[in-house]
């Protein structure tokens, strides 16, 4: 039988930038986050950005405008289920978005 070993690695994340993307999630906004991460299965990212919201209905609306599917929401009991983005994906989404100073 073989082993698969993926190792992902999450970096640069302050407290309070994640305090504050809960919080944003909590009032029901969409909210972003982007921090350094390195994954064996996504050569040539690193980096990602997790999108969030509280409402689920407004979540899935909100990537249906950049194509993103409803499957694709990392569906978490503590209520901070969200979209994973990487790459070109992140990039386009974060710059309609304004986002971009998230990138740097």
């Known amino acids: 039988m073989r082993i698969l070993a993926v190792i992902a690695m999450a970096f640069g994340i302050k407290r309070e930038d994640l305090n504050g993307w809960k919080r944003k999630i909590d009032d029901g906004e969409i909210a972003f986050l982007t921090h350094y991460w390195l994954d064996d299965r996504f050569p040539g990212c690193t980096s990602v950005t997790k999108v969030g919201c509280n409402d689920m ?41 304004g986002y971009m100073n998230q990138i740097k």
């Open 57 to 97: 209905q407004k979540l899935k609306l909100w990537g249906e405008m950049y194509q993103l599917k409803p499957e694709w929401i990392h569906k978490r009991k503590d209520g901070y289920s969200h979209f994973d983005l990487l790459g070109e994906k992140q990039i386009e989404v974060l710059k309609n978005e």
